[in-house]
């Protein structure tokens, strides 16, 4: 019975591809040109011609290049270069070089990219730890609300040629489930799409080392769940429409944003003021994106509706998704030809 949506979600899944694959030949380009420029040799070029540098090879295969600074600063820097399982970097600045730990943290990863500051005086870097696959679709969400907002308004497609959705042999809320149910698995493929082409264009220079923790499970759960509430709301909100929900989604997206933002700015100065925070925080409760915020670690800063615990952000977003949804049908089904 919905064909037509399957031809449609498979259309929006192939220029999905074709972007993605182009993204990765562009990887290869920039994996092509700096190779033999990642490796410690370039490290030792940079140095003044007064470092001392020496190297050799350890049993596991690896590469241990010490830099001994002879600047003033005595700072010693050790890298183990294991080829694709990434680098290990250990600076030690006797002078206290990382002596300003309020704008350093003791730990900062990004993604697979680990820092540990040991005290005042030692950094030590690893460049291939653990990637989460949760925290990958923590930025694969934007794809998923790309392509949500691409699926949205079935309902007021089908408002198009209402006679012919009468004519199938199916109830008109059934239909309508079966038309949420295709856009929610084309949805959830833009998003593993977004995921293995991060994880392809990664292996082109790094072995990846995948895994799934606690905090990446539920910022995948939200990524998932954000995307299908942002889907839901469009597709309630133009539920009604016969024409012109191309336009409506078009300015879907400024305004998404424009509410939360809105919500954040202190404008209690004066009783106006007071009114429009209110009513924009208000609009923010039920504004998917603003209970989102991206990032490859946990250390942070979320504002607003981003900041609450990931737990409560699920259940919220998915919600929000059930009401949207509901919202939709029953609003389809007062709609006459």
């Known amino acids: 019975m919905a064909y037509v949506e399957w031809l449609r979600v498979k259309k929006t899944l192939i220029v999905l591809g074709i972007v993605f694959a182009t993204l ?12 033999g420029k990642m490796n410690a040799d ?27 600074a002879k600047g003033g600063s005595e700072s010693t820097t050790v890298i183990t270069d294991h ?9 030690t600045d006797p002078k206290g070089m990382f002596h300003r730990s309020d ?22 870097i690893d460049t291939n730890g653990p990637l989460d696959v949760g925290m990958l679709f923590g930025w694969a969400v934007l794809v998923g609300l790309i392509i949500a907002t691409c699926l949205a308004a079935p309902l007021a497609r089908e408002n198009d040629r209402l006679e012919v959705a009468w004519t199938k042999p199916i109830d008109r809320i059934a239909y309508a489930l079966q038309l949420y149910g ?16 991060a994880i392809a264009m990664y292996s082109l220079f790094q072995a990846p080392h995948l895994t799934i923790t606690a905090a990446g499970a539920w910022k995948m759960g939200i990524s998932i769940a954000a995307g299908i509430a ?23 997206w400024p305004v998404g944003l424009f509410v ?21 925080k208000t609009i923010s409760y039920i504004d998917p994106l603003a209970y989102l915020r991206l990032e490859f670690n946990d250390h942070g ?34 709609v006459e030809a």
């Open 103 to 124: 704008r350093i943290p003791p730990t900062f990863n990004m993604g697979p990219v680990l820092m540990h500051r040991d005290g005042d005086t030692t950094m030590q």
């Open 24 to 35: 990765f030949l562009i990887a290869v380009v920039v994996r092509v040109s700096v190779n």
């Open 301 to 334: 800063h979320a504002l607003g509706l981003a900041s609450l615990d990931d737990p409560i952000k699920l259940g919220i977003l998915v919600l929000l998704a059930l009401v949207y949804a509901g919202a939709g049908l029953i609003e389809w089904r007062r």
């Open 42 to 68: 370039t490290w030792t070029k940079v140095t003044d011609s007064s470092d001392r540098v020496s190297t050799r090879t350890l049993p596991d295969g690896g590469v241990e290049t010490t830099i001994v």
């Open 182 to 197: 295709v856009d929610v698995v084309g949805i959830l493929a833009a998003l593993t799409l977004s995921v293995i082409c």
């Open 83 to 91: 080829g694709w399982n990434g680098k290990h970097i250990k600076i």
């Open 230 to 252: 942002w889907y839901a709301m469009f597709s309630a909100l133009t539920s009604w429409m016969k024409r012109g929900h191309g336009a409506f989604l078009g300015i879907a």
């Open 260 to 280: 939360p933002g809105l919500a954040l700015i202190p404008l209690e100065f004066n009783p106006v003021g007071q009114a429009f925070h209110w009513v924009f």
